[in-house]
């Protein structure tokens, strides 16, 4: 860049460096989504080929960041897992937050158009994402931050049944459907939708009940210190990494250890 009697203005710049050798997590949150999901007629409670937009443009984050080493998602919001030793942008909090927020904007914009060619985009409600990195300690804190957001996932899915169900099936007024549901609890929504309509809440999709999971996988795993390695050998390891497969999942994260204890890289 040339030198001008005007770069004196970067000394005003300022860069938040993230802690080294800590867990890093970037939360992507749609904004305004919920006027976004009325004006374009989401289907109620969900809406299975908006969601596969969302899990389709989250998924091309991760192949093409391969620091990225899980993503969780569900409705508008996706959680992007960084490895450990991950120096993507040297760490800057600002740089991490704008690239994952204008990636997933891109994305969902691009993959929109296709899934929807009957419903373009307007210029006055385009889809857009906000972002945060959150640094964690250790990998314990990790596993309660995903189990964390699929409890939310089936609390607002089942409450988001229950809802449309009365809504849509009961002919209740939205506001009637609200009142009805005040201080009931997860039993009582699961025997209102039996008794009533003859819904299994077991029965729906698991995509809606649990999210959505993409983790690299990779084969003959081995743990690597990568402190002292030269740039050609950390180059070999990002390409490996590249080359791993990505899962797509709709499990339990909360309770079955096995999902976390047979992938070993996601806590090295």
Not at 28 to 46: A, M
Not at 176 to 187: C, F, I, K
Not at 261 to 267: I, M, V
């Amino acid at each position: 860049m040339a030198k001008s009697r005007f770069e004196y203005v970067k000394q005003f710049e300022r860069e938040n460096y993230l802690l080294p050798d800590t867990h890093l997590v970037i939360r992507v949150d749609g904004k305004g989504f919920h006027k976004f999901s009325q004006h374009y007629t989401f289907d109620k409670p969900n809406d299975e080929k908006a969601l596969r937009v969302m899990n389709q443009a989250a998924r091309e984050i991760v192949e093409h960041y391969s620091d990225v080493l899980m993503a969780y998602g569900d409705s508008d919001e996706y959680s992007f897992l960084l490895r450990r030793g991950c120096e993507m942008y040297e760490r800057r909090e600002m740089k991490l937050i704008t690239t994952f927020a204008s990636a997933m904007t891109a994305y969902y914009g691009y993959y929109w158009n296709l899934a929807f060619p009957e419903k373009p985009l307007e210029v006055a409600r385009m889809p857009m994402f906000d972002a945060r990195v959150v640094v964690y300690p250790n990998f314990q804190i990790v596993r309660d931050y995903f189990s964390w957001r699929q409890v939310d996932c089936h609390i607002n899915n089942l409450y988001n049944t229950t809802f449309w169900t009365l809504v849509l099936r009961g002919g209740l007024s939205p506001k009637d459907a609200e009142n009805r549901l005040a201080g009931t609890v997860s039993a009582d929504k699961n025997e209102l939708l039996f008794k009533e309509f003859g819904i299994n809440y077991n029965n729906e999709p698991e995509m809606f009940k649990k999210g959505t999971i993409f983790v690299r996988e990779f084969q003959d795993y081995k743990p690597v210190e990568e402190t002292g390695l030269s740039s050609r050998q950390k180059q070999r390891l990002d390409k490996a990494r590249k080359k791993a497969t990505i899962g797509e999942y709709h499990v339990d994260i909360i309770n079955d250890n096995s999902f976390w204890e047979s992938r070993p890289w996601l806590a090295d």
